[in-house]
């Protein structure tokens, strides 16, 4: 399984970006996703997660109403949607995957078992 993300950039306080991840090697459309983010000197956390139908979606209290997952199993890629940005979220953002198929939405990371190489999101104040 690789996962492959891209979106991140440097953004002012208040916008927006819109991050992706592609994943390959297996059907797509049978596995949760999730994203979790690293920001310097400070341990990775949980972002949000989707089920694999997108009909499920679970984010972090911190990040909700600022944050949106969504995914196009037609595209192998899940999004996250990113409004409102503050300094405070300026991270390396990772998506992830489990290793078994379906099931529930987790937001530990110990859940994961596959992980993309991250995106460096900056956000500037």
């Known amino acids: 399984v690789q996962l492959q993300a891209s979106g991140g950039g440097l953004v002012q306080a208040g916008g927006s970006l819109r991050l992706s991840c592609v994943a390959s090697g297996r059907t797509f459309s049978s596995y949760n996703m999730g994203w979790f983010r690293q920001a310097p000197g400070r341990e990775r956390e949980f972002v949000a997660a989707?089920?694999?139908?997108?009909?499920?979606?679970y984010a972090s209290d911190s990040m909700k109403g600022r944050f949106t997952v969504s995914r196009d199993n037609a595209k192998n890629t899940v999004y996250l949607q990113m409004n409102s940005l503050k300094p405070e979220d300026t991270a390396v953002y990772y998506c992830a995957a489990p290793k078994g198929p379906y099931g529930r939405i987790w937001n530990g990371e110990t859940k994961y078992d596959y992980w993309g190489q991250g995106t460096l999101v900056t956000v500037s104040s």
């Open positions: 989707i089920g694999w139908t997108g009909s499920s979606t």
